[in-house]
Nanobody, 127 residues
Framework: QVQLVESGGGLVQPGGSLRLSCAAPGYNLNYYVIAWFRQAPGKEREGISC??????????LDGDSGKGRFTTSRDNAKNMVYLHINNLEPDDPAVYYC??????????????????WGQGTQVTVSS
């Protein structure tokens, strides 16, 4: 079964930027839908975006929280999926996760749909 590994989180000042990475050692991520979620303490896990597999049109579905400051992309050569976060705000601190449902095309962006998750990477925003 594919295993996902996130990286790139850390402490950033308000207004700063981060690039989070999602990898799947030993598996070709290009075949899978990859979604990004985040979960802050006491809040429900919310969907940011989903990118369809490279074997389809690779389209991106943005959730409400993912519009504007979040950009999702793939690097097929590096077998990576990225989440770029710009202009970090005080509401952005959370654990950020990548996930897959094993499918090829993004559908509903809700955590109940996805059954394979990484361990998460913490994003903290502080001056």
């Amino acid at each position: 079964q594919v295993q996902l590994v996130e990286s790139g989180g850390g402490l950033v000042q308000p207004g700063g930027s981060l690039r989070l990475s999602c990898a799947a050692p030993g598996y070709n991520l290009n075949y899978y839908v990859i979604a990004w979620f985040r979960q802050a303490p006491g809040k429900e896990r919310e969907g940011i975006s989903c990118i369809s597999s490279s074997s389809t049109d690779g389209s991106i579905l943005d959730g409400d929280s993912g519009k504007g400051r979040f950009t999702t992309s793939r690097d097929n050569a590096k077998n990576m999926v990225y989440l770029h976060i710009n202009n970090l705000e005080p509401d952005d601190p959370a654990v950020y996760y990548c996930a897959t449902d094993g499918g090829r095309v993004c559908g509903r962006l809700h955590y109940v749909v996805f059954d394979i998750w990484g361990q998460g990477t913490q994003v903290t925003v502080s001056s």
